[in-house]
């Protein structure tokens, strides 16, 4: 049987951008009873704990399900785990107070992490607005107040076009054939090939230290779980060639590709339904 359930987030587990739904909650802690849950996305910690963690208590997690939710963050850059009874160097034991340990956001612990530098992030930054700049894609006027377009994220520097807060329906209409991000990306590669380019969601650029992607993500997991790839399920929108989910297909993952989150339920209600 597999161990690890891992997930792409945007698309897969929710709506990009927002909270999972309760369906997708309450499967997830039936599977956390069972299985160790690894979301892995470009995002940030606070999203992670907006988009998921929140939610979970909500529906009711509790903190021994919580110690089995191992957070990728930034593409699996950064890996955060729940020590139900506080960060201690020993390995997390499972026990009745444990159990009713209350949730703590402050339990949350950064286990390991592989920043950009500052030089790093500032010469991506510089080349994301040229390379918009040059291209005509720059919408400084299209923002909210206090709204920004370039957002560095730690380990990855992050363009979204019309900026955080952006309406839906605006961002899927900017952009949809990808065509304004390619011609952005094909400048930038031009002007600092050190790095890599990811065009993500709607109006998303993902830009980072070569062969800092998924691959490299899934493979610290690998390691830092001490499992191998068959003991993985991966679970993704983007696994064609050139998507965000396609190098942990590359690796040899078992993979379901889905195109929403109500393609995942479906598939956790089955994984559920045999165990
Ligand atoms: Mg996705």
Sequence with gaps: MKKVLAFDIDQTLNVAKTPIPDEIADLLIKCLDDFMICPISGQKFDQFLIQIVNRLIERGVNAAQLANLHLFVAQGTQYYR?????YSDKPIQASAATDKAPYDKNNWHLEYDFPLTDEEVEKITTVLEESAKETGYWEEDKLEEGDEIIENRHS?????????????????????????????????????PEFQYEIGGTTSINAFKKGMNKEFGMTKMLEVLGIEKKDVLYFGDMTQPGGNDYPVVKMGIDTITVRSHEDTAYALRGILGVL
């Design 82 to 86: 729940y020590y139900p009874n506080g």
């Design 156 to 192: 990855m520097v992050a363009f979204s076009a019309l900026g955080q807060h952006a309406g839906t329906a605006q961002k899927y209409g900017w952009d949809a054939d990808t065509k304004k991000r390619q011609a952005i990306v094909a400048k930038a590669a031009e002007k600092a």
